[in-house]
């Protein structure tokens, strides 16, 4: 297993996967700042560099990068920032040149770490990797406390650990299979799957009864049944879950609701050759959405359901084609105060190979959201809404699509609050022939300005207001030999944008940061001519969130 971390680590630092840079920074400057430098949570960035062959752990503050720059550990795998204002960090620490384990560590800025496994670390214990998901680590929402899972006796049997701020650790679970761990919304209880290999039962942990062991939560299953999903309702009172609870193989969904201690399944009986793929709670906890070939079989479709008139399934999509199909990147719109479900569905009748993007407005039904695709095509082409995205405030709705020309992907948007036409607006800048708008896309959390990548000749970088009229372009155009690597993303409050460029020739990159209020660049390297490589970078969630 721990080959594996050696891969991974390596790949992290060398792959060249798409993202974007420039290539006009400053020179590394030869000294790095000195380790009394002054530092402070707002604005924080932080970020892993392969500066001695292994992994270090950098933050800085970014409107003052050359006097804050502090090294806070070596040999990093991973971090994580707490979501609280406490200067803490979260990381995992690895040898690539040994066989050791990983442990996991404290660590409070201005203080020695605290190792959160140095107690049962002494037998050869392992962390599983991937156990929350994305992560080692799971920080509560609130940061008051962390979750992580490890082999203590190196017996291949992961347990579930909780940690408090302070570093106090205690054993949660030991259950021979561990995964998917997710705290609830306010921080006061946590959810998990465990179980072995005949099946998975969902369990709670309580906060404030800490003497009380998890509990297993879901009815029984039939024998060889299993939980294979679940989620917390935004309010903190419901999880929903996907089991197939009464005939194995068929996924049924259930609504907890915890403040009533009853369990509901939350859609009508169907054949037992059917079953729901996906369920989503609306922001305001009083709506499940639900993907399911309910009415007609392997033909998904998409349905919402009060919670307070569950089994009354409502489907939302219009009917089409038997060969059609929902997919199963519906959302529901962020704006508590509007039930709007966005998703993509097969086109008209006439041609299955058409995604076309629907918006279902409650009490009002659908929405077609693209323009019509052309009425004739060339044999072998279609046209689809490829990816959309709901502005964070809900009120517009952003999709890639190739709908003018085939493989040409541009960006729409469409206001659904205030609209000033029937058209929707494409805020890319214009595309030369053989021009392309990238895969990925961002909002700006504000829902002012769009992040993309395009090629208009060369492929660049841009920021572009949600109405079209204003464009920038972050970097200069990407010659031959370079490449975007990973995606560009926006700081919390979105005043900072960070993307990275490789050099294919060198077998090299650079990590810039952009600060839209200033227009500064800051290339990574320039904070030390010891980095050869910056990976991993994210940004403080709290104080960029709080610095408006």
Known sequence: MRSFYKLLFTLMCFSSLFACGDNTSPDPQNNPPPPDSTFSLNNAVGFLTSADGGGQLYVFDALDPQNSLIEVASEVYEYSWTPSAK???????????????????????????????????????????????????????????????????????????????TGHVSLLNAQ????????????????????????????????SNPEQPPEKINDDLIAGGSVSFFDWSPDSNSIIYLADQ??????????????????????????????????????????????????????DELYIVNTSDLGN???????????????DDYAWSPNPNNIYLAYRRDGEPDNDQEFEL??????????????????????????????????????????????ASNDVNQISVSDLISPSSEIDTTVNNPLVEGGVVGSYFQWNPDSSQLLYRASTGKPATYLTSADGTESLKLHQNLIW?????????????????????????????????????????????????DFEFVDNITFSPHDWAESN
Request: charged share 20%; hydrophobic share 35%; proline share 5%.
């Open 176 to 207: 021979e299979i561990n995964i998917r761990f997710q705290w609830s919304p306010d921080s006061s209880q946590f959810a998990y799957l465990a179980g072995s290999l005949a099946g998975l039962n969902l369990y709670l942990y309580d906060l």
């Open 481 to 529: 030999t370079q490449a975007f690597r990973g995606n560009p993303f926006f700081s919390p409050d979105g005043r900072a944008v960070s993307y990275s460029i490789s050099n294919n020739s060198t077998d090299t990159y650079d990590s810039y940061l952009y600060i839209l209020e200033s227009g500064e660049t800051i290339n990574f390297k320039s904070l030390s001519s």
């Open 358 to 403: 629907y918006v279902y407005k409650h009490g009002e039904g659908n929405i077609k959201i693209n323009d019509d695709f052309p009425s004739v095509l060339p044999v072998g082409m279609d046209r689809a809404v490829i990816s959309f995205a709901w502005s964070p405030n809900g009120e517009k709705i952003a999709y890639l699509s190739d709908i």
């Open 246 to 299: 009464e005939v194995v193989g068929k996924k049924e969904a259930y609504l907890l609701d915890l403040t009533a201690s009853n369990i509901t399944k939350i859609h009508p009986d169907f054949p037992d050759d059917r079953e729901v793929s996906g369920l989503k709670f609306s922001p305001d906890s009083h709506w499940i959405a639900y993907l399911a070939d309910q009415d007609t079989l392997s033909k």
């Open 313 to 327: 399934s409502i489907k939302v999509n219009d009917d089409f084609e038997d060969i059609g199909d929902v997919e």
């Open 87 to 165: 200067e803490q960090l979260a990381y995992v620490t690895i040898d690539p040149s040994v066989e050791g384990p990983l442990e996991v560590y404290l660590a409070t800025l201005g203080e020695s770490p605290l190792n959160l496994t140095e107690e049962f670390l002494d037998s050869g214990g392992v962390l599983l990797y991937g156990g929350g998901g994305t992560s080692n680590t799971l920080w509560s929402p609130d940061g008051s406390h962390l979750v992580f899972m490890a082999d203590s006796d190196n017996n291949g049997q992961y347990e579930l650990y909780l940690a408090d701020d």
